[in-house]
């Protein structure tokens, strides 16, 4: 099966990543603006247990 | 897999932090995390909503979960990086070496054109990346 993403609702580079605030696997929120707050967040979206 | 922390501890060195998003609960996600030793946060997305304002739902897939796709993001939360991989069906080690290998030469596996070097340790981002799904991607158990 192929599945293709549609990139037009991705946001591109140069602009603003969408803020989030979501709890971890131990229970801790944790906030995008925190992320990047010492300089550069890595993002990784994984597909998980599916 | 085994010196995960130690690459970490570049990223951390290199003023980054990571963190990383799926649709699991926290049920499924802190298995995972514990299993393969992940030191930076599992994030669970079970109301989509994050993986739906990045456009990275896949709603082909039962439940609807996340496109894997990796931002690297600046202080002011402008993306610097974005690579998106359409990895639909399931890959083998080797197939999964090759794409870590074509990631770190900047290979068409990144949407973005050929910022090679722009982030360091970009093979281990990678390598992260697969072998998050590599661990999760067991229906056997």
């Given at each position: 099966?192929v599945?293709?993403m549609?990139?037009?609702?991705?946001?591109?580079?140069?602009?603003?990543?969408?803020?989030?605030?979501?709890?971890?696997?131990?229970?801790?929120?944790?906030?995008?603006?925190?992320?990047?707050?010492?300089?550069?967040?890595?993002?990784?979206?994984?597909?998980?247990?599916? | 897999?085994?010196?995960?922390?130690?690459?970490?501890?570049?990223?951390?060195?290199?003023?980054?932090?990571?963190?990383?998003?799926?649709?699991?609960?926290?049920?499924?996600?802190?298995?995972?995390?514990?299993?393969?030793?992940?030191?930076?946060?599992?994030?669970?997305?079970?109301?989509?909503?994050?993986?739906?304002?990045?456009?990275?739902?896949?709603?082909?897939?039962?439940?609807g979960?996340?496109?894997?796709?990796?931002?690297?993001?600046?202080?002011?939360?402008?993306?610097?990086?974005?690579?998106?991989?359409?990895?639909?069906?399931r890959?083998?080690?080797?197939?999964?070496?090759?794409?870590?290998?074509?990631?770190?030469?900047?290979?068409?596996?990144?949407?973005?054109?050929?910022?090679?070097?722009?982030?360091?340790?970009?093979?281990?981002?990678?390598?992260?990346?697969?072998?998050?799904?590599?661990?999760?991607?067991?229906?056997?158990?």
């Amino acid at each position: 099966m192929v599945v293709t993403m549609d990139e037009r609702h991705i946001p591109p580079v140069g602009e603003r990543a969408p803020e989030f605030a979501l709890a971890d696997s131990t229970g801790v929120v944790r906030r995008l603006d925190e992320l990047v707050a010492r300089g550069i967040g890595v993002v990784v979206f994984y597909r998980g247990h599916w | 897999m085994a010196d995960y922390s130690e690459h970490l501890e570049d990223f951390r060195a290199a003023g980054a932090d990571l963190v990383a998003i799926s649709v699991d609960d926290a049920a499924r996600a802190e298995p995972v995390r514990q299993e393969l030793g992940i030191k930076f946060p599992l994030l669970c997305d079970t109301r989509r909503e994050v993986v739906k304002a990045y456009g990275l739902l896949n709603t082909a897939e039962k439940g609807g979960i996340a496109f894997p796709a990796t931002f690297v993001i600046d202080r002011e939360r402008i993306i610097r990086f974005r690579a998106l991989e359409e990895v639909a069906s399931r890959v083998n080690v080797d197939q999964l070496l090759g794409l870590v290998r074509e990631l770190g030469r900047g290979g068409e596996a990144t949407t973005q054109p050929r910022k090679r070097g722009v982030f360091p340790g970009w093979m281990f981002l990678s390598a992260t990346m697969n072998a998050l799904r590599r661990g999760v991607r067991s229906p056997s158990k």
